[in-house]
């Protein structure tokens, strides 16, 4: 199987890592929920004050 279709093998052994490493063990709705959440973070105002102890943090 592995020598007659080779491509087709390799696409199935990605497709069994991505799913069981990523889709099964909650890595890709964590990397999904962490993507959403900064990407939520990034448009609200700049008021916070979370933002301005970050801020005098990073310029210390």
Partial sequence: MLVQEPAHTIHRLIQRAY?????????LAWMQVSSARAEHDSLR?????HYYLGLVAVHL
């Fill in 45 to 49: 105002r700049v008021t916070d004050l």
């Fill in 19 to 27: 799913d069981g490493r990523f889709a099964r063990s909650g890595l």
